[in-house]
C-alpha cells in the first residue's frame, strides 16, 4: 500500500490523531475521509500524507452538523406527517420535552434500523397533545424516504471530499484505501455515493462506531504527545522566514506560547501585514495574513510602532495569533484551525 | 475560477539585534521619505540595500526615456537619479 489512505475521525479536535499509531512509521499517504456522526463536531474531509510525522495535507468540512443532524431531519419528518394525518397546524399541538426526547432518541435508532433494512416504524407512546388528548407517534419511514432527506446533506458531504482532494493536490485515482469510520458511514446512501468514487477501495472498520473512543483511549494509554508536524513561521518583510515553533515542537498550550516583537517597515497603509508562511497549515499552499492596524504618521520615527504579536495554541489545536501596535488601542487577531501536527513515537 | 499568484507581501520584521539597524528593512521609496540623508548622492548610496535601491529607483523619472520605467528602457541607475 502506497498510495493515500482514507479514513474518518475528528469529533473533537484533541481527538483528532486517533487513527495515528495505526500508521506510524509506515510510509502511507493516508487520506481521510470524515463523514457526518456522533458529536455535534462537524463533517469533515482530511487527506492525510505524512513525511516522518503523520500529518494532514487537507481539511475541509461542514461544520456544525454531524451525524445527529440526520436525526433531527428525521425527527422533523415524522413530526410534519402526524400534523399532516391529523390536519393540525403546529399551533394546535404540544409536545413535552420529555416526549421530544424520547422521539429524538426513537428516530435516531430507526436511523440505525433503515442501514440494514427497507423499513421502520419510529413509535413514541403519548407523544404529543393535542385537543386535550395525548396522541402516539407512529409511523413507518421506508429507507428511500431518509434518503430523499439527507440527499442534500451527502452531496454537500461528497462537495467536501472533492474540496479536500483538492486542496491536498491527490486525485480520486490516487487514493488506494477509504476506511470508513463512524456511525453514518454506515449509512447505504453514503456508501454509494462512495463505492462510485473509490469503488472496491471502500474498506469497513469493524469497529467504526467505537474507533475514535478507541483511539483517544490508546493515545492517553501510549502517552502519546501531539507534536507539530511542520513548523509554524512567518514571512518577513525581506522574504526570509522566521520560526515561532519548529517542526517536533511539543503541540501543548503551556509549550506552544510565544510572544515575538516585530516593527513595521513601512507604515504608509496604517497596517502591518503578518503573513503565516504556508507550509505551517496542512493545506500547504494557503498563507494566512492578519492586518494589524499601526499608526500611518509616524514618518521618521518609524520604528516606535513595535507590533506585538501573540502566539498561542490552544487545547483544540487552533493557534490564536494575536497583535497589537504599539501606538494603538486595538489589535487584530485570527485563529488557524488546520496546523498540521502528528503524535511523538 | 481565476487564481492569482499576486499578493502582499509582509511589512513585518523581527524586532531584535539580529534584524537591526533596522533602516536595512524598510523599502528604498519609503525610506527616502523618512530618511532623506541616506540617499545623498556624493555616498554613491552605499548605505542602501540593493533592494532598496531598485525600490527607490522604480519611481524615479528616467533621464532617458522620461518616464518611471525603472530602468526598462536600457537607462542606468544613474540616468534615473
Not at chain 1, 454509494?192 to 462506531?209: H, I, K, S, T, Y
Request: hydrophobic share 40%; glycine share 8%.
Amino acid at each position: 500500500m502506497s498510495g493515500p489512505f482514507l479514513f474518518a475521525h475528528q469529533h473533537a479536535a484533541r481527538l483528532r490523531p486517533v487513527n495515528v499509531p495505526v500508521h506510524i512509521g509506515r510510509k502511507q499517504e493516508p487520506l481521510r475521509f470524515k463523514l457526518p456522526g456522533g458529536l455535534r463536531h462537524g463533517l469533515h474531509v482530511s487527506v492525510v500524507i505524512p513525511v516522518a510525522l503523520f500529518e494532514r495535507g487537507a481539511v475541509s468540512g461542514i461544520e456544525d452538523r454531524a451525524g445527529d443532524y440526520f436525526d433531527d431531519l428525521l425527527q422533523s419528518d415524522v413530526k410534519q406527517r402526524v400534523l399532516d394525518r391529523h390536519k393540525w397546524s403546529p399551533e394546535e399541538i404540544e409536545v413535552s420535552p420529555g416526549a421530544r426526547d424520547r422521539l429524538r432518541v426513537e428516530c435516531e435508532r430507526a436511523k440505525i434500523q433503515l442501514s440494514t433494512a427497507d423499513e421502520e416504524r419510529v413509535q413514541v407512546a403519548q407523544a404529543i397533545k393535542a385537543g386535550g388528548r395525548m396522541h402516539h407517534v407512529n409511523e413507518l419511514v421506508h429507507r428511500r424516504e431518509f434518503e430523499q432527506l439527507i440527499e442534500r446533506e451527502v452531496q454537500e458531504a461528497m462537495h467536501q471530499l472533492d474540496v479536500a482532494l483538492d486542496r491536498a493536490q491527490v486525485s480520486q485515482r490516487q487514493v488506494d484505501i477509504v476506511l470508513l469510520v463512524g456511525g453514518s458511514s454506515r449509512v447505504p446512501l453514503v456508501r454509494a455515493q462512495l463505492q462510485d468514487r473509490f469503488g472496491a477501495r471502500l474498506v469497513d472498520a469493524p469497529n467504526a462506531d467505537t474507533l475514535i473512543a478507541e483511539g483517544a483511549a490508546a493515545i492517553e494509554a501510549l502517552q502519546l504527545e501531539p507534536l507539530l508536524a511542520r513548523p509554524v513561521r512567518v514571512e518577513l518583510s525581506d522574504g526570509s522566514l522566521y520560526t515561532v515553533f519548529e517542526s517536533g515542537h511539543p503541540a501543548r498550550p503551556d509549550a506552544c506560547t510565544k510572544t515575538v516583537n516585530f516593527f513595521c517597515t513601512d507604515n504608509r497603509g496604517g497596517e502591518a501585514r503578518l503573513v503565516m508562511a504556508g507550509d505551517s497549515s496542512r493545506n500547504g499552499s494557503s498563507k494566512f495574513t492578519l492586518n494589524i492596524p499601526v499608526s500611518p504618521h509616524l514618518g521618521a520615527n518609524y520604528s516606535d510602532e513595535r507590533v506585538v504579536v501573540q502566539f498561542t495554541l490552544d487545547q483544540d489545536m487552533i493557534l490564536n495569533v494575536a497583535g497589537r501596535g504599539a501606538t494603538q488601542v486595538r489589535g487584530a487577531q485570527m485563529q488557524i484551525h488546520d496546523l498540521c501536527f502528528g503524535l511523538s513515537v | 475560477m481565476v487564481t492569482s499568484t499576486v499578493s502582499l507581501r509582509s511589512n513585518l520584521m523581527v524586532d531584535d539585534d539580529a534584524h537591526s539597524p533596522k533602516h536595512k528593512y524598510l523599502p528604498g521609496d519609503f525610506l527616502r521619505l523618512v530618511k532623506p540623508w541616506f540617499f545623498d548622492r556624493r555616498t554613491g548610496y552605499t548605505m542602501l540595500t540593493e533592494q532598496q535601491v531598485r525600490e527607490y529607483g522604480q519611481y524615479l523619472v528616467c533621464g532617458v526615456c522620461g518616464r518611471t520605467c525603472a530602468g526598462t528602457c536600457g537607462g542606468s541607475f544613474e540616468s534615473l537619479a
